[in-house]
């Protein structure tokens, strides 16, 4: 988080010398701005897309200019508790909102007693997943609640092996829900997925809730595995 600060401090060159507005790189000096500016625009869109970038400039300029409202101490325990404390409740009241809305309003469904909520739109055959520790072969797509897509083997053309007891919990019981060959939308709490850590490099944040249509291909059996082992 101290990066915040140092990054900001050196972008502060290119609001100074445009002005705020456009750049023109005619020189070296604004080229080394521009990039100064490229990324410290990144680091804050990865950190929150939605900051006012007024707010974010005038900062920048009390740091140049000695005169910042809140010192580096105050700064760096906001940002802790920001992000410790009040962004996954956040993540997690609009997380629960979002599959509370689910379950209202799509009839096709059904939760557990886990609170995983699932749909089936092809029941496929009989066989079924029923251990842990069976191999399931799928071609799946994963979303956020806001619809973004973070992994799809699906895009990619592929299908891929798991084990069940190598994958997320909420994932894992999905896939003993739905036959091969069929096909399943999870809607999977956090706690089932990957709670408060989340997995940020992926666009995952704390105590989000996930999507995921699954074409359940294959299922290998624990003993069958073992068997080739």
């Known amino acids: 988080m101290k990066n915040l600060f140092i990054v900001a401090a050196a972008a ?9 507005g456009s750049a023109s790189l005619k020189t070296e ?7 100064a500016g490229l990324q410290c625009g990144a680091y804050i869109k990865n950190l929150d897309s939605t900051m006012n970038l ?4 005038a900062a920048i300029k009390d740091v140049v200019n000695n005169k ?7 700064a760096m325990s906001f940002l802790r508790e920001y992000f410790m ?24 469904v059904k ?30 797509e994963g979303r956020l609640k806001s619809g973004k897509v973070f ?24 896939m003993k829900l739905v036959g091969k060959g069929g096909k399943i939308t999870l809607y999977i709490p956090s706690e ?6 989340g997995i940020p490099q992926a666009g995952i944040e704390p105590n989000e809730a996930l999507v995921f249509d699954v074409e359940l291909i294959d299922i290998i059996p624990a003993d069958s595995v073992e068997a080739n082992q």
């Open 12 to 20: 502060a060159v290119v609001f100074s010398s445009c002005g705020g």
């Open 29 to 35: 000096a604004d080229s080394l701005a521009y990039v």
């Open 54 to 57: 007024n707010t974010v400039y």
């Open 68 to 74: 910042e409202k809140i010192d580096q101490e105050a």
């Open 85 to 108: 404390v009040r962004k996954p409740a956040r993540n997690k009241a609009a997380s629960q909102e979002f599959l509370d809305k689910i379950e209202k309003e799509n009839k096709n």
């Open 111 to 140: 939760k557990t007693e886990s609170g995983l909520l699932y749909e089936i739109i092809k029941a496929g055959g009989e066989q079924k997943a029923v251990s842990d520790s069976d191999v399931v072969r799928v071609v799946y």
């Open 151 to 174: 992994d799809s083997s699906e895009s990619r053309g592929d299908t891929v092996e798991f084990p069940l007891n190598h994958v997320i919990k909420g994932w894992g019981e999905g």
């Open 192 to 197: 089932l997925a990957y709670g408060e850590q």
